[in-house]
């Protein structure tokens, strides 16, 4: 798998990700800088990692969305090519148009870094294909502005076409939108474009993947993107 990390001012995650798909891949990501105008040669994913780009002036991922990078993301989307937005990342790929609706702050207005429990929507997709479906997984949230938004129509769209691939869940596992951490809409943790190869999650599988330091939930995201393009 060759994957590329974009690093953003203000990213903070992209060492942790990077670790993350060497450690399931065996192979170190290439790193690739904001003002950058291509991706390198044969780039199969593009991971766009959590943090706060550009000090999350304006509005989260608001300009990381406008880098010079991101017209050879989303070219490659086009083309078919898997993406992975993580918490800042997800802001970014919503600011950019390739998710639809938008994370604004949590229904609370505080900072939440805690583990979720997380359910697994479908396991049909690049992203899932290492987990049961209805599985509950645990990973850390670190997010201020983690409430996904979106008009009733696109939330529509989205239940009916199956592409809320994360939901968060209560610790017996069933959906409490009423209590949902962050005051997500529809409890949704984690959504995929209508081709299914670009994922934005607001949590962290990157740091639940290394059975010495803690609890390996989030390895078989990982797992599932390396197996699907070994096959492909």
Known sequence: MKAAVLVFPGSNREGDVARALELVSGVKPAMVWHADTALPAGTDLVVLPGGFSYGDYLRCGAIAARA??????????????????????????????????????????????????????????????????????RFPVAHGEGNYTADATTLKKLEDEGRVLFRYVMPDGHRDDAQVLNGAANSIAGIVSEKLNVLGLMPHPENHVDPQVGPTDGRALFESLVGVLEKA
Not at 74 to 86: S, T
Not at 92 to 98: M, T, V
């Open 68 to 137: 010079a990078i991101m017209e050879a993301v989303r070219a490659h989307a086009a083309r078919g090519g898997l993406v992975l937005g993580i918490c800042n990342g997800f802001q970014i790929l919503c600011e950019s148009g390739l998710l639809p609706g938008v994370l604004v702050r949590n229904a609370r207005l505080r900072f939440i870094c805690r583990e979720a429990l997380l359910k697994v929507e479908r396991n049909d997709t690049p992203f899932t294909r290492r987990y049961a479906r209805g599985a509950i997984v």
